[in-house]
């Protein structure tokens, strides 16, 4: 089975309307990774979070870890178009020596 | 500007015959990653590489080569591609422990 898992596959939002995406690892996590990707495009790094309990914010885009350190969320405050896109987070566990296993990603449309 | 930058952006070609995707970064990072993206599949790892001369394999190194013999450049060599290896490919780089990954444009691959 899939060790991350990112929920909703996909979400269509009214523009300035909030939105929250989850991903949820299976076994504890040593660091959880968010990245924005475009359409057919490269993935753009957002935000990277470690201790158990961290909230970071970027602008209208808030994310949290878990206290266990299994799960993470991102939360967009007041949608606009230029949020849309397909954001994947990717899990870092101990022993992966750097390497990241991404989930399946979210793609975020956001109606005017 | 730091970039990782690949080449070609899109390729079409026939099954059989033998191409490499160019990747290249201008920081310095010890680590380069290479990684498909198909619908439905997410983002799965090809190969990765920890520095000069060391290359590992990834989830789905099946039917691909790498070589890192400068610290900037990592192609991915396809000897004799086949319809399944149809994707949307994408390098990725880093300092090596630091898994911020910085991602190129990607290149869309279609074998017919």
Redesign the interface.
Known sequence: SQELEQSPQSLIVQEGKNLTINCTSSKTLYGLYWYKQKYGEGLIFLMMLQKGGEEKSHEKITAKLDEKKQQSSLHITASQPSHAGIYLCGAEYGGSQGNLIFGKGTKLSVKP | EAQ?TQNPRYLITVTGKKLTVTCSQNMNHE?M?W?RQDP??????IY?S?NVEVTDK?DVPEGYKVSRKEKRNFPLILESPSPNQTS?Y?C?S?Y???????????T?LSVL
Do not use: C, D, H
Request: net charge positive; glycine share 20%; charged share 5%.
């Open positions: 990782v680590y990653s990684y439905g599949l997410g983002l799965r790892q990765y920890m990834g949307l994408f990725a880093s090596l422990g630091q898994p911020k990954l910085f991602f190129g444009s990607g869309q």
